[in-house]
């Protein structure tokens, strides 16, 4: 079936770092791919999404790829502020209704 | 204006117990889930419904029994509590079902503690 594969947290930066989340997903057919973020306390939202391969998503400062030569969606950020500190969830949407949720990856930014 | 809203926020009880929550969309949403997120952040869908119809059931215990009154409503009841319950339940809406690019709309949570 359908997977998704997220690189393991907490992932700890410096404010102004550079970010890059590792998404990797297993699955048949031409599925949507997308970035969730989780901020303390609340529900997902969507940061940004990708609906073909060769797309790019982009959002906030936040971009990723859809990669199908090497099944990736590599989340990735030129600078970080404390204020992005949340869980990030990639996801894909494939056959069956269903979207599938990486573990998620918890990102700190200390000031 | 809340877009996906859901009560209780926070609800303890004792194992045994039988509890609802409820979920309420406003954005004209054809689709509507529940999803369990673990301790450990895990997300794991549950159910769904569009339009009032139930197309995904997950393997989940049967004491798990969602509802759905309208295309805006899905409720969740829960009979005979179990410790391994704990766990934060999110609502979320999409558009469409079988919609490859849906983008899909959270709740805040429900934070369930069983004792």
């Known amino acids: 079936g359908d997977s998704v594969t997220q690189m393991e947290g907490p992932v700890t930066l410096s404010e102004e770092a550079f970010l890059t989340i590792n998404c990797t997903y297993t699955?048949?057919?031409?599925?949507?791919l997308f970035w969730y973020v989780q901020y303390p306390g609340e529900g997902l939202q969507l940061l940004l999404k990708?609906?073909?391969?060769?797309d790019k998503g982009s959002n906030k400062g936040f971009e990723a790829t859809y990669r199908k030569e090497t099944t990736s969606f590599h989340l990735e950020k030129g600078s970080v502020q404390v204020s992005d500190s949340a869980v990030y969830f990639c996801a894909l949407t494939g056959g069956g209704f269903k979207t599938i949720f990486g573990a998620g990856t918890r990102l700190f930014v200390k000031a | 204006d809340t877009a996906v809203s859901q009560t209780p926020k926070y609800l303890v009880t004792q194992m045994g117990n039988d509890k609802s929550i409820k979920c309420e969309q406003n954005l004209g949403h054809d689709t509507m889930y529940w999803y369990k997120q673990d301790s450990k952040k895990f997300l794991k869908i549950m159910f769904s419904y569009n339009n009032k119809e139930l197309i995904i059931n997950e393997t989940v215990p049967n004491r798990f029994s969602p509802k759905s009154p309208d295309k805006a409503h899905l409720n969740l009841h829960i009979n005979s509590l179990e410790l391994g319950d704990s766990a934060v339940y999110f609502c979320?809406?999409?558009?469409?079902?079988?919609?490859?690019?849906?983008?899909?709309?959270f709740g805040p949570g429900t934070r369930l503690t069983v004792l």
């Open positions: 990708a609906t073909k391969a060769d």
């Open positions: 979320a809406s999409s558009q469409d079902a079988g919609g490859f690019t849906d983008t899909q709309y």
């Open positions: 699955a048949t057919g031409y599925p949507s």
